[in-house]
């Protein structure tokens, strides 16, 4: 049998996202029958966080200490990045210009005008290029896609979005999610994107207009420290506060909006939403069939189908889990045995080797392309919420 390609991939980057990417290039040959061979060639993290224990643990072949180098390396044949936000653009323009192609975490960027660039630099590339909107490939989210897809919504009338997570509390540190310099924005790049993308995914539809926006900032100052660990979301908070230091993104998001097909749509993403730990997802009514989605019970997706009698009609829970109906179903386990967070990116590096190999995602997957459309949703809001337009009841005589 011929030898399958294989592809160097090389990972700029570490933190919570290098860590279920790692995961992702180690598993995906296990699982999945793809058509090249990733090969967990390069990685690349800041010196102070340990990048030789990283590579080790996680079984990158080599430690990269001049990420240039690496990406312009005649070896390397994906650049994955798992920078924060403000470095998305500086690491992919640099792959680009050395013809790689480049997957990149979300969101597409921390601004709107290094998207633009991104986006503009791969089509004159002529690369592939992927966005890492995990969510996606949350097998119940791809069958709603799917039942999207055959018209078993009809015409959407209301979309409703929610990511809420409740990490955020005051004894959480100054981490780079809390500076604008460095995340772009605080609750609405960081989740409110994947609720954006879900939503244009699943519906089909764009955007097209804002109306209306706000932010708000709960915690305005948190301690500033001198030195932060790796981890999860919040990044570590060992070390010592030596200082306090301004806010300067928003813990929470909220937003009404419309769809090109005419549905109108609301969005809350924040930090804060004490008891919910990581509930993304969304409700989606048609005129045939509503969808509900909610992450924190990921292999299920509740569908309600109208076109019965209404005598029997009713809320039904699909587990999303059986092949091969459902899609990555075939790839895991047997019915209802249930999946988990870190698979949905497992099912995203199969999908982008599949696009490389010369075949088709299992779902459509954003290319930069795409995550520009959720990025400038991403701005309007932002332009919008800036107005402050609000009617003060104490004005309303
Ligand atoms: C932090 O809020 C975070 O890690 C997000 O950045 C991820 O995209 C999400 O999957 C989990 O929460």
């Not at 399958?4 to 999945?32: D, E």
């Not at 996680?58 to 390396?73: E, K, L, Y």
């Not at 009404?256 to 109108?264: H, N, Q």
């Not at 005598?311 to 895991?332: F, S, V």
Request: a neutral charge; one cysteine or more.
């Amino acid at each position: 049998m011929a030898e399958k390609q294989h592809l160097n991939v090389a990972l700029i980057g570490q933190g919570f996202m290098g860590r279920t990417h790692s995961n992702a290039w180690s598993q995906v040959r296990k699982f999945f029958k793809s058509p090249v061979t990733p090969v967990m060639h390069t990685s690349y993290g800041m010196p102070q966080e340990e990048p030789q224990v990283f590579a080790q643990k996680w079984g990158w072949q080599n430690v990269s200490t001049d990420w240039q180098a690496t990406v312009r390396s005649a070896e390397i044949g994906l650049v994955d990045v798992v920078t924060p936000n403000h470095l998305h653009a500086t690491v992919a323009k640099a792959a680009l210009a050395a013809g790689k192609p480049v997957s990149c975490e979300k969101p597409l960027s921390d601004n709107l005008a290094d998207a633009r660039e991104m986006v503009e630099l791969a089509r004159l590339a002529k690369v592939p290029t992927f966005v890492w909107y995990n969510y996606r490939r949350c097998p119940a989210v791809a069958y709603a896609y799917k039942l999207a897809r055959s018209g078993a919504l009809g015409t959407i009338r209301h979309v409703r979005a929610f990511y809420l997570q409740d990490w955020a509390d005051e004894s959480v540190p100054l981490i780079w999610r809390f500076q604008k310099e460095v995340a772009g924005s605080g609750s609405h790049g960081d989740l409110a994107a994947h609720v954006i993308d879900m939503t244009r995914f699943v519906t089909g539809e764009e955007i097209v207009e804002i109306n209306g926006a706000m932010f708000e900032t709960f915690i305005k100052q948190r301690a500033v420290l001198t030195k932060v660990s790796g981890g999860g979301i919040a990044g570590g908070t060992q070390g010592d506060a030596r200082a306090m230091a301004p806010v300067t993104v928003d813990d929470a998001v909220l937003f009404i909006c419309r769809f090109e097909g005419g549905a109108v749509a609301h969005f809350e993403a924040t930090r804060m939403a004490t008891g919910n730990q990581n509930r993304n997802g969304f409700e989606i009514n048609g005129t045939k069939g509503s969808l509900k989605f909610n992450f924190e019970r990921m292999n299920e997706l509740e569908y309600y189908d109208a076109t019965g009698p209404r005598g029997i009609q009713g809320w039904r829970t699909i587990m999303c889990t059986h092949a091969p109906d459902h899609p990555y179903a075939d790839a895991w386990w047997p019915d209802s045995h249930g999946i988990g967070y870190e698979h949905a990116f497992t099912n995203t590096a199969s999908d982008i080797l599949r696009v490389l190999g010369g075949q088709e995602p299992v779902v459509p997957i954003p290319d930069f392309a795409d995550a520009f459309k959720t990025q400038r949703v991403l701005e309007a809001v932002t332009l919008l919420a800036q107005e402050k337009h609000c009617i003060r009841l104490d004005q309303v005589k």
